[in-house]
């Protein structure tokens, strides 16, 4: 992998966190708008919708660059469904981000070596 598809990884595994918060912060509001007069549905509603639309647009970046097999690809749009999934998908994606910047750090090494033999 090279450091743009660990760019993308990593945009995603940024998103991820804040879009499953606020995906349970809206189910709160949700309860709290049918058990008392607080009604932060409208505002909590947008934010989320945006952080989704912000996910499924990196996460589609993320599968382009990646290659991800479906199965995997399929995980992590399905972990944005689920309320607590972003954090899931936060763990996962970290030990795969490292992974990829360790792969393009050895690879860049390696035609440093063979430039200068």
Excluded at 19 to 26: H, I, P, R, V, Y
Excluded at 38 to 45: E, I, M, S, T
Excluded at 83 to 99: D, H, K, Q, Y
């Amino acid at each position: 992998m090279d450091l743009k598809t660990a760019a993308a990884l990593r945009r995603l595994r940024l998103v991820s966190v804040p879009e499953a918060a606020s995906w349970l912060a809206l189910i709160v509001c949700t309860v709290l708008k049918y058990t008392t007069d607080f009604n932060a549905v409208p505002v909590l509603g947008m934010v989320h919708g945006v952080l989704f639309i912000i996910y499924v647009l990196f996460w589609a970046d993320a599968w382009n660059r990646a290659r991800w097999p479906l199965g995997r690809s399929a995980l992590y749009l399905v972990l944005s469904v689920v309320p607590t999934g972003g954090f899931w998908a936060e763990r996962m994606l970290s030990r795969e981000s490292v992974a990829a910047v360790e792969a393009a750090r050895a690879a860049a090494s390696a035609d440093a070596e063979a430039v200068s033999a």
